[in-house]
């Protein structure tokens, strides 16, 4: 039978959800390098390599100063990596790169080689949310990757619910919207009137490139360049699409239910 | 106290009279043949509620005793009347919709100015309540047949009203077939009985049974279930009901829903409670499983229903059913010997067929003003209605609340005594029957939420959100009389709701004179307060306080609002829409829709079947056309009556090689006849 089959296979395979966050958390894939790192020290005046192989002008060359590098567009291609001379711009195969801040994302300045880490909530509403949160997903034209990768945060491997966090059904009954998507002018009245459907108080969650700046699709005249050209955001999670590990990572970080020390490394 | 009931009750028919005459006197002038027909209508229904109020509140068990109203031509052949208490409160039943129902048809056939005859509608509405009635008076055979009769035809009459659509006529003619069938029953019983009274009259059959053999007893039994059955809508002998109620005008609908069904009723309390005699167990388990079955059946074809006033007449079979479920139980309890408990099942079955009477008739005064203003009868056109029809809507939902047995109104009340009866039921007899009393009260518990299921379909699709055509966007209020008409039978129900220790009182008679037990006494506590179940293990409940408790509790959400709330800040948003542009009609829950949970749950009795069909040039995702038809199988005509009828049909056409057109075989048969006949007579 079917129902007796499906219980007898989950017992034999007894519990399969990660240790993490208590343990230790699971490698990212060869080909994810995490985080990138910006050595502006190093960085040549004169060369402009990287600027002109990045694919969604997440770097920039302002005169007289160091390269600036744009996590919140990043496509995480590495191609700058490789064009590199002088490796001023190198992975760190770190997951962690949600923040609270837009600025936070933008590497290259002294002391801000690598991103500055959300910080948690403030203490009211960590009360409200830090042991139950539900969450309205909205995809503002998504390609779909960033939604699949959340989406893994709900199988068992990861199973998001143990922390209290839920996806559900209607805005009436969240706490706050996960955005993917560049949100394209199709998109704008349902988000707007999403937003408006979910009670106060309420928080913000832009997953991916595009949700964040509009990724690839950046300037393009149907899209609005991510979510803050329409709403107020209160993490950003970067990535094309954000591995789940980061996504969860910034979701923990943004309840406070990491242990580790957030801000700057 | 005799002489001026038999006055007034006097009156009343005459006033009827009056009305039938001016009626078609005036016909030529509309608005005088409405005003004088209906409006001689609604006094006569007054002094009849008048009437039969008094006769009840006196007392006594005869009221009017047998009375020759006229004594016809042929020798033996005499129309008498009576009165007793029974009589009294069938009386009061159709006096008191009547009343309603004419005030509302004062507003309502003006409808019908300059397209139909106006008078002549008004006289057979006068002669239908007059001849029911006589059917509830009669004091014989003859009255009671020439009365049942003339109102099949009358009703026949008003069913195909409007003739000019092939579907009235349809149903006019199955209606007319299947009374003549009940009819055919009706007369066949009584002729059973006569035999052995060897007499016509009432008085004459009154414990006749004694002196019948059980077969007779059985024979007589089986025939009064099918004649009255038929006559009250019991399945399967139900399916002339859901046809030909809802092509009457909506008055004519309320009337025939509300009252002329319970004529079958009263001919089965009358002929199984004081004619047959002392009942065999069958009899009662029989009507109790009819019962059951009509209340279930009823109720799930209810809810598959998007014509309101095809849903209102299944409803009916369903108050049926629960009517023969209290009756039933009655009469196993007399076979057992509970009497107490006997007049409780009784009671219980006569207090359903007076809220019946009143909610249903007012359900389908309330579809008749939505009719009146959509000039629909389907459902999916309609919507938004309770915006353009406040005082409709309100009457609507009252209606729709008692019809659901919901506490406070009235049907909360009559079916709490059904489940009083059924759950002392079990322990009244030792043998396996006494099953069926908590599988009884199982299906009438079912048929209530599914009767509530049912009510939020009718009343939400209808009246609730936003109108789904452009009739029911221009729909609006009715006129000043029917809503009336609508407002005396929600003050009824309420008052059946709410005060029924004060009504319990007028059922002692009736209870006296079937099972010689008065249970009002009984039934009432704390001063009429609370309705107690009689025995001591017997449950309690009272309208009146959990009325007043819903009024002492609303405060307490407003209070907690003034406190908590208001210290919140409020903003105010759109309704959530899933995003969308805006909202549109389209987007709205359909009848269809809201039902078809059940009607795959129950999916083997609907057996549903649909049909998709999808036009599109490159992918099935962008059809450029799209058909869909969904359709249910009505079982009982494909699998009972068809095959019937083309039995029938076949026999008649084996018979018809007799009716050769041939001269010389005519003779034969005479000669062969003539033959037998002296041989017999030898």
Redesign the interface.
């Known amino acids: 039978m079917f129902v007796q089959d499906t219980l007898l296979n989950r017992l034999k395979r007894g519990c399969e959800t990660m240790a993490y966050p208590k343990g230790a958390a699971p490698a990212l894939p060869d080909r994810h390098g995490g985080a990138l790192r910006v050595d502006a020290a190093r960085c040549d005046a004169k060369c402009g390599a990287c600027v002109t192989v990045c694919p969604t002008e997440a770097i920039a060359r302002p005169a007289g100063k160091p390269v600036a590098l744009d996590l919140g567009r990043c496509i995480f291609c590495a191609e700058c990596v490789t064009v590199c001379p002088t490796k001023a711009i190198t992975r760190t195969g770190d997951h962690r790169m949600a923040v609270r801040r837009r600025e936070d994302l933008v590497l290259g300045d002294a002391s801000k080689e690598q991103v500055r880490l959300a910080q948690a909530l403030d203490e009211k509403l960590r009360r409200l949310f830090g042991r139950s949160l539900r969450l309205r997903q909205v995809s503002a034209a998504g390609c779909n990757a960033c939604e699949a990768d959340t989406n893994v945060l709900g199988t068992i491997g990861w199973d998001l619910g143990r922390f209290g966090i839920q996806f559900v059904a209607?805005?009436?009954h969240a706490d706050g919207l996960l955005i993917t998507g560049p949100v394209s002018k199709n998109m704008e009245?349902?988000?707007k009137?999403?937003y408006?459907?979910v009670p106060?108080p309420k928080i913000v969650i832009a997953v991916g490139a595009c949700a964040i700046a509009g990724g690839p699709f950046i300037g393009h005249p149907q899209h609005h360049n991510g979510t803050s050209a329409l709403l107020p955001v209160d993490l950003y999670i970067p990535g094309c699409p954000p591995h789940p590990l980061t996504i969860l990572d910034g979701l923990l970080r943004l309840l406070g239910r990491l242990d580790e020390p957030t801000g700057i490394r | 106290m005799m002489e001026s009931s038999a006055i007034l009750l006097t009156f009343t028919l005459w006033v009827y009279v009056a009305g039938m005459a001016g009626a078609l006197l005036f016909q030529r002038a509309e608005r005088l043949a409405n005003a004088v027909g209906f409006g001689l209508a609604a006094l006569g229904g007054a002094c009849g509620v008048v009437f039969s109020v008094s006769s009840l509140a006196a007392g006594q068990g005869m009221t009017i005793t047998p009375v020759t109203l006229w004594s016809g031509p042929i020798p033996g052949v005499r129309f008498v009347v009576e009165a007793d208490a029974l009589s009294c409160f069938f009386v009061l039943v159709v006096s008191l919709v009547g009343l309603a129902i004419s005030v509302f048809s004062l507003g309502y056939v003006r409808t019908y100015y300059g397209r139909k005859n106006v008078g002549v509608m008004a006289c057979v509405f006068n002669a239908l309540l007059l001849v029911t009635t006589l059917v509830f008076i009669a004091g014989n055979l003859w009255m009671f047949l020439i009365a049942w009769e003339l109102m099949a035809l009358l009703a026949y009459g008003m069913v195909s009203f409007e003739h000019e659509d092939r579907e009235t006529r349809q149903a006019g003619v199955l209606f007319f077939i299947m009374s003549h069938l009940d009819a055919a029953c009706v007369l066949l019983g009584f002729l059973v009985l006569a035999q052995a009274a060897g007499g016509f009259s009432f008085a004459s059959f009154r414990g006749i049974g004694a002196s019948l053999s059980p077969q007779q007893r059985d024979v007589a039994f089986v025939l009064f279930v099918f004649g009255f059955g038929i006559k009250a809508g019991i399945v399967p002998l139900h399916i002339w009901l859901p046809v030909a109620h809802p092509v009457a005008p909506s008055n004519i609908s309320a009337l025939m829903s509300g009252v002329l069904i319970k004529t079958g009723i009263y001919g089965l309390v009358r002929v199984c409670f004081e004619f047959l005699g002392p009942p065999p167990m069958w009899w009662g388990a029989s009507l109790l499983a009819v019962g059951t079955v009509s209340a279930v059946l009823g109720v799930l074809y209810a809810l598959m229903e998007h014509d309101l006033k095809r849903l209102l007449a299944y409803h009916s079979i369903e108050n049926i059913g629960i009517i023969l479920m209290g009756l039933g139980a009655s009469l196993m309890f007399l076979h057992t010997g509970h009497a107490v408990l006997a007049s409780l099942a009784l009671i219980a079955g006569l207090y359903h067929t007076i809220n019946h009477a009143t909610f249903k008739a007012l359900l389908f005064l309330g579809a008749g003003a939505v009719l009146h203003a959509t000039h629909t009868r389907n459902m999916e056109e309609m919507g938004g209605l309770a915006k353009r029809m406040r005082w409709t809507a309100l009457f609507f939902l009252v209606g729709a609340v008692a019809i659901s047995a919901l506490p406070p109104l009235n049907g909360f009340v009559s079916e709490w005594l059904t489940y009083q009866s059924l759950l002392h039921g079990f322990g009244t007899t030792t043998s396996l029957v006494r099953l069926m009393f908590p599988l009884g009260g199982a299906m009438l518990a079912l048929t209530g939420a599914l009767a509530a299921a049912c009510f939020v379909k009718a009343f939400g699709i209808t009246f609730l959100a936003q109108p789904r055509s452009d009739h029911a966007r221009d729909a609006h209020e009715a006129s000043l009389p029917m809503l009336i008409g609508q407002g005396v039978l929600t003050a009824a129900c309420v008052f059946l709701g709410l005060f029924p220790t004060v009504f319990l009182k007028l059922l002692d008679p009736i209870t006296l004179q079937l099972t010689g037990h008065q249970l009002s006494q009984q039934l009432t506590m704390a001063n009429g307060l609370v309705l107690s179940g009689v025995a001591a293990q017997g449950g309690t409940v009272s309208t009146l306080g959990i009325m007043l408790m819903f009024g002492c509790l609303l405060p307490v959400p407003l209070a907690l609002w003034a406190v908590f709330a208001r210290k919140a800040?409020t903003?105010i948003?759109?309704t959530?829409?899933c995003?969308?542009?805006a909202l549109t009609p389209h987007m709205e829950y359909t009848a269809t829709g809201f039902s078809k949970p059940l009607r795959m749950i129950f999916k083997a009795l609907f057996r549903p079947r649909r049909e998709v069909q999808r036009e599109y040039d490159f992918s099935p995702y962008f059809a450029t056309t799209l058909r869909f038809e969904s359709h249910m199988e009505e079982v009982f005509l494909t699998r009972i009556y068809r095959p019937v009828n083309y039995g029938l049909l076949r026999l008649s056409r084996r018979l018809r090689a007799l009716q050769a057109g041939s001269l010389q075989a005519y003779l034969i048969y005479i000669f062969v006849t003539l033959v037998a006949l002296l041989l017999f007579a030898l």
Do not use: E, I
Request: hydrophobic content about 35%; charged content about 35%; aromatic content about 4%.
């Open positions: 209607s805005p009436r009245l349902a988000l009137k999403t408006a459907a106060d | 800040r903003r948003a759109p959530w829409d995003g969308q542009r």
